[in-house]
């Protein structure tokens, strides 16, 4: 029960959020209005969290499957695309809307995670939810860098919390040991790769 509530609390969709929270906390972009932020957040919360797990929902429920069957390797390619074209259409609007830089890369550098765990998951089975929390930290690396903060007890913070999470995808037999750990340093290097060429 508590590994399945660790996977749920820790779902990939609502990593991009909590990065961004993060940096406007972190960052100069503390000194945004609240309305700006809220705008910006709720865009965020309803193009990567809550449209994909709905839209994800209906099409379990379609198939008619549980939780634990939509975890097999070949009943995730529609929701992967599914949450691709979500994030993607964000990522669009917070282009259009002219949203900085910074803000867009958490989001770019979540979809990049998703792409490339989709491609990866045609031949072997990997993990997203260590994806995502590596994605958290490839990120938290590259905003230190960028403004020069000590992120040693944040990044502490990530990785109990992607060993916690790992442990639990692998006690609800979700995923291999080699599955968590491949899917965490997948997530670093991507996000630390988008957030620095974008």
Request: aromatic letters at 18%; charged letters at 10%; proline letters at 4%.
């Amino acid at each position: 029960m508590t590994a399945r509530v660790i996977s749920m609390v820790f779902t990939p969709f609502y990593l991009p959020i909590l990065g961004l929270i993060a940096l406007f906390f972190l960052s100069y972009l503390s000194r945004y209005p609240l309305d700006f932020k809220f705008q910006v957040l709720a865009v965020v919360y309803f193009f990567t969290i809550l449209l994909p797990t709905f839209l994800i929902h209906l099409y379990r429920r379609y198939q008619n499957w549980s939780l634990i069957e939509l975890g097999h390797k070949e009943r995730r390619i529609v929701p992967y695309i599914i949450s691709i074209l979500c994030y993607f259409t964000c990522l669009y609007l917070m282009e259009r809307m002219q949203i900085p830089y910074f803000m867009r890369s958490i989001v770019a550098a979540a979809l990049i995670v998703q792409i490339v765990c989709a491609i990866i998951n045609v031949w072997w089975k990997i993990s997203t939810h260590t994806a995502a929390i590596g994605g958290v930290a490839g990120a938290l690396f590259v905003f230190s860098e960028v403004f020069r903060f000590n992120p040693m007890w944040w990044f502490c913070l990530v990785l109990a919390i992607a060993g916690v999470l790992g442990s639990s995808r692998m006690i609800l037999r979700q995923h291999t040991l080699l599955q968590v750990v491949v899917g965490f340093l997948v997530g670093f290097v991507c996000a630390l790769f988008a957030i620095l060429k974008l």
